[in-house]
Each structure stands twice: as C-alpha cells, then as structure tokens.
C-alpha cells in the first residue's frame, strides 16, 4: 500500500544493479561468431592473458562461474573428503557450498561488523586440527585483510582460498586485491563490475595449480578441444582423472575483454557515487554506510548501510518505502548458517554475522547513475515514512 509520503504517479524504477554494456561487446561478440570460434578458443586465452595482466596474478584459468572456480580452486589446492574448511556465514551461499562438492566440512567463521569479512582473529577462534583451507571472501569488494589472515595460516600449513567474486578493481596497499593469493576465484555475473552474463576465473601463483585446472576445466583431458580442432590430425587424448565441463566460451570471452577494458572507469565511477552516498548519509543518527578499510579502496560493486535505532524504520520497512518509490534495493549479505539447507549445521555463535544480515541493505550503484537518480534514493534514505 502506498504511504503519505509516496508518489502521485510512480516514478521510472531505479534498478540495484545495472551492466554497462554496449555496441562495443555487440561487436565483439559479433566478430567472434565470424570468426568460427565459439566454444573455448583463442578469445577465452587472450580474456586469461590481460585478466592476469590486470590483477597482478601469475596464471589465469577461465570457467563457467565463481562456482566453479570455487570448487576447482578447493581440488587443487588438496582439500580432501574429511578436511575442515573455514568460511564465512555471511557470504553467498556458493562460498559454502563448494566446500560440500569436495566432501569436507565448512566452519563458519564469525565477521568484522565494519567490513564484513572474515578477519585473522575470528579464524583463530574456529581452527581445528582438520583445517586444511580458509575461504577468505572480499565481501562485496570490500577488501579483507588478507596478508594477516595468511600469516596466521600459512605457517600451519593452511592454504587460503581467496574468494574475489566481487572484487575485480578494488585494490589493499597500491595491489590489486587477490593478485598475490595462493589461488582466487571470480566471477563475471551480471552483479558484478565486469560482466559475461555468466563465468568466472582462476588465479593462481602455483603454475601446476594452474595446468590441472586447465584439464579439469574440460573433462580432464590431455589435450584441449582447442588444440584438437587446431591440428589437423592429433593424437587421441586421455582422460587423467574425472573431470568437469567448466568451460568458457569465446563468446563470453569476447564480452569479458571488453569489459576490462572499461574496469578502471568503473571503478572510479562507483567510488564517487559511494562517497556522494557516505556524505549525504552522514550524522543521520542509527544509519552507517560502508567504507574503505585502512590502507584498502573498494571497488564498491555493492553499496551497503546498517540500520538500527534511533533511525525509525527497519530494515524490511525501508526496502518497503524504497519500492514504493521506485527504487529497487535488496537484503543485505545473506547468511548461510541459518539457510534450509544448511539447517543442523554445527557452529559457533555467529552475533555479528546474524547483526549484519538482519539489519544491512544495499543501495543501487551502476556506472552509468545519473546524479538525479542518486537523489532520489537519497532523499528516500533521508526522508523515511515515521513508524505507526
């Protein structure tokens, strides 16, 4: 039902999240289906080469999603049937659920109430004698701090799994978040800053890591579908272990080079409509916004604020006033402990993770905002229908 306080005529919606595509990625996409090649080929390792390039990383595997280079990511590194694997419940359920394709076991870690992201400290307070891995997420490209959560687990021998799904751009100390990780997973979802309507990557420092997943990617074959169609005759490949269909297409490779190349502008793009949000949001008594952690700048592919009083609604009462006025906002990070599927799961208390994700929301962020759009959601921000 529509409030005092809402529109005569309902206004153009304001979407969360919207991609910034263009006749350029038409045009390539377009080459590409001329070109013959539209399975993996010669676009998906050109998309590898400058994706690596971008990001500081030694070697890059394009796949299918973050999923999956989530799960490749976990094979690689030895995680096994058994193994404890920490990670955070505020995440997308994906960062969980990986975990469970390889048979171990994920421990949930409790989060920074500023960032979101799991920290060297709440990792400490959940290691076992079985954890073998730490799933370590740059939540909503905010960040974490990983060179002290890999101090704490490399010398116990524990590899960190860096889950950069939403980071691409946003950099820690002058670096490019994930460059450097052991082994990283991204994703090119349409929420995220670079789109290929689905897929992912692998990045990893381990040149082995890299080659196994290269083969697991595609069936675990001994040769490529690429060099295959590249030779005219070529010997019979093997399969060397069960492997997946993980693969990335040039079509969608030919979207995602493109894309990079517009990274850089998007990322100053949001970082400006985040600090416009930060200022005007500033002082309103019970609202936080979201900000960069020391020594860190966030992409800000998600714009998140916690409510809670003297602000006078909730959560669920603003994401309502919001839609009435046309502007589409969403939940914030969800929970994984308390998901149905993940009912009876044991962990510790988790107070700041169910804080978080009953009281944040997100604000919409897309390049091409218009300073009046961002007004509106302002000004709905600022101006909330007072509680019966």
């Given at each position: 039902?529509?409030?005092?306080?809402?529109?005569?005529?309902?206004?153009?919606r304001i979407n969360v999240m919207t991609p910034w595509l263009g006749a350029d990625e038409v045009a390539a996409v377009a080459a590409a289906i001329e070109s013959g090649w539209i399975a993996q080929g010669p676009r998906v390792a050109e998309f590898e080469a400058r994706f690596a390039a971008a990001t500081g990383a030694e070697n890059a595997v394009a796949v299918s999603s973050c999923t999956t280079a989530l799960h490749l990511s976990l094979i690689v590194a030895g995680v096994a049937r058994g193994d404890d694997v920490i990670v955070p419940s505020l995440s997308f359920i994906a960062t969980t659920n990986a975990v469970m394709y390889v048979g171990a076991n994920p421990v949930f870690a409790d989060v920074d109430p500023a960032t979101g992201n799991l920290t060297a400290e709440t990792v400490r307070a959940v290691l076992?004698?079985?954890?073998?891995?730490?799933?370590?997420?740059?939540?909503?490209?905010?960040?974490a701090?990983?060179?002290?959560?890999?101090?704490?687990?490399?010398?116990?021998?524990?590899?960190?799994?860096e889950d950069a799904?939403?980071?691409?751009?946003?950099?820690?100390?002058?670096?490019?978040?994930?460059?450097?990780?052991?082994?990283?997973?991204?994703?090119?979802?349409?929420?995220?800053?670079?789109?290929?309507?689905?897929?992912?990557?692998?990045?990893?420092?381990?040149?082995?890591w890299a080659s196994r997943a290269r083969r697991l990617r595609e069936h675990a074959m001994s040769v490529s579908a690429a060099d295959r169609h590249l030779n005219a005759f070529s010997s019979a490949e093997e399969y060397l272990e069960v492997g997946f269909n993980y693969r990335m297409t040039d079509l969608q490779?030919?979207?995602g080079i493109v894309q990079l190349e517009k990274l850089p502008a998007m990322v100053r793009r949001r970082r400006e409509?985040?600090?416009?949000?930060?200022?005007?949001?500033?002082?309103?008594?019970?609202?936080?916004?979201?900000?960069?952690?020391?020594?860190?700048?966030?992409?800000?592919?998600a714009f998140w604020i916690e409510l809670r009083p003297p602000y006078?609604?909730?959560?669920?009462?603003?994401?309502?006033?919001?839609?009435?006025?046309?502007?589409?906002?969403?939940?914030?990070?969800?929970?994984?402990?308390?998901q149905p599927a993940y009912k009876g799961h044991p962990c510790a208390p988790l107070p700041v993770t169910d804080r978080l994700t009953d009281n944040t929301l997100i604000l919409p962020v897309y390049h091409h905002m218009t300073d009046d759009e961002q007004q509106r959601v302002i000004d709905a921000v600022r101006i909330p229908v007072p509680r019966p």
């Open positions: 039902m529509r409030g005092s306080l809402g529109p005569a005529v309902a206004p153009e076992t004698p079985q954890t073998t891995a730490v799933v370590l997420v740059h939540q909503a490209g905010i960040p701090d990983a060179s002290a959560v890999r101090a704490t687990c490399e010398p116990r021998g524990i590899v960190v799994i799904a939403c980071a691409a751009g946003s950099t820690s100390y002058g670096y490019q978040v994930a460059g450097s990780a052991a082994i990283a997973a991204w994703s090119f979802h349409p929420r995220k800053l670079i789109t290929t309507g689905e897929g992912g990557m692998l990045t990893t420092a381990n040149p082995e490779a030919a979207i409509i985040a600090a416009t949000y930060q200022h005007a949001f500033a002082g309103i008594p019970g609202l936080r916004t979201v900000v960069d952690p020391p020594d860190a700048e966030s992409n800000f592919q006078p609604l909730d959560r669920e009462s603003l994401l309502a006033h919001l839609a009435v006025h046309g502007i589409s906002a969403r939940r914030g990070i969800m929970a994984v402990h308390r």
